[in-house]
């Protein structure tokens, strides 16, 4: 990388008056650390860092800014810890199951640092309360992994002029930039530069339907803390312009450089995210209406003797998890080459499933016009079914 594209920024945060001696031994090896010293430790306990969500890249995320001495952490999260968090988020533990993933998360910083001040926010993050909140802090980091909350993040970001951390992950592969519209020296530039529009519905599958290799998080989220790190007290080079992509698989980690898009509009007012990012496209939804039946009523319809097709659109690793009993495996990408079409019975009513609803609606579309007009998809998908149903089939 060439000398004139270096980006060094001013500590984002004054030092603290001073550090007792408790602090000067706890964090003892940050202060012999010429670029860190006491003047960075003081910066780093009067830093204020909000942390959006306690999963996959928060929870290692949140162990290490605490123990790193960051004085005041917000926790936005609303969710329960469930057993199949714990491959990943280290930060909860087999007892903490059905908690709040907040509390639980918030009892694990104050184990390992009883001198941070750790603030709940137990709600979900809204237009009407997210730029408000951010107010409140120095850094952002965002470690979601939906993209209506990630636009929102940065809208809200750019509206209370906030830098943030973002990172995303999925399968072995991860994602790491910094984001700071109002950055100095004319450096800012929004997550909208990088990825103006969201993914087309149903493109980009979610952790749970595609999944994470656990240990991806650690390398992805200690990335992010030491941006945080970096940007508070202001050592290095951020990863402002820049967006790191690291792959697992290979042990590579690479750079791209990211530009300002002078198409990209001035963001004034926060919007409808869902709504901008479409959980399922158009085609879907228009497909789904009046073609959807719920969990009971398909056990009706199997029970009733009437002749279905219960094709499953799932992948064959999430088949062998689970499956309803009679139903074929046909994944979706087969129906999007068109090869599945002809795997369809013409004498027998087809009804389509998937995990929770989304692709298998997005399957009803594609059969639909293919002139399968009786076809119709499982509402929630088989997650609904074994909830309503099925109580003892196993889950992932």
Not at 30 to 46: A, C
Not at 164 to 191: H, K, T
Not at 261 to 286: H, M, N, Q, R, W
Request: hydrophobic letters at 40%.
């Amino acid at each position: 990388m060439s000398a004139n594209l270096d980006v060094s920024l001013p500590p984002l945060v004054e030092p603290a008056a001073e550090l007792t001696r408790e602090e000067v031994t706890r964090y003892s090896r940050h202060l012999i650390i010429p670029d860190v010293g006491v003047i960075g430790q003081k910066r780093l306990k009067n830093a204020k860092v909000l942390v959006i969500g306690a999963g996959g890249l928060g929870s290692p995320t949140l162990l290490y800014l605490a123990a790193a001495g960051v004085g005041t952490i917000g926790i936005v999260e609303f969710d329960v810890v469930d057993e199949s968090n714990l491959q990943r988020q280290i930060i909860h533990g087999q007892s903490d199951i059905g908690r709040s993933k907040a509390q639980s998360a918030r009892d694990s910083v104050l184990e390992i640092n009883p001198l941070v001040t750790v603030n709940l926010h137990e709600f979900r993050l809204e237009p009407d309360n997210a730029v408000e909140l951010f107010s409140q802090y120095d850094l952002i980091l965002d470690g979601t992994d939906n993209f209506a909350t990630r636009y929102l993040v940065n809208d809200a970001a750019v509206l209370a002029g906030k830098p943030y951390v973002w990172g995303s992950i999925y399968r072995f592969e991860g994602q790491v930039s910094v984001f700071w519209e109002d950055a100095p020296d004319g450096l800012g530039l929004n997550y909208r530069d990088l990825y103006p529009e969201p993914p087309p519905p149903g493109m980009v599958p979610s952790c749970a339907e595609g999944g994470v290799l656990g240990i991806l998080c650690a390398s992805i989220a200690s990335v992010m803390g030491t941006e945080a790190i970096k940007l508070i007290t202001g050592i290095g080079e951020p990863l402002l312009g820049r967006l790191m992509v690291y792959d697992a698989l290979d042990m590579t980690y690479r750079t791209i450089r990211i530009r300002k898009d002078p198409a990209t509009p001035k963001i004034t007012e926060l919007i409808d995210y869902e709504a901008f990012c479409g959980v399922v496209s158009d085609a879907a939804a228009e497909a789904a209406a009046g073609s959807t039946v719920t969990p009971l009523e398909l056990k009706e319809l199997i029970d009733s003797g009437k002749p279905l097709a219960l094709i499953d659109v799932r992948e064959p690793v999430e088949w062998d998890i689970n499956h309803i009993e009679g139903a074929e495996l046909i994944p979706k990408p087969t129906f999007e080459s068109g090869d599945a079409l002809a795997k369809l019975p013409v004498d027998r009513t087809p009804v389509l499933y998937c995990k929770t609803g989304i692709r298998s609606a997005e399957v009803l579309a594609i059969v639909k016009k293919a002139g399968f007009s009786d076809a119709v998809h499982l509402q929630g998908g088989i997650v609904a079914w074994a909830k309503q149903l099925e109580p003892d089939m196993v889950m992932y």
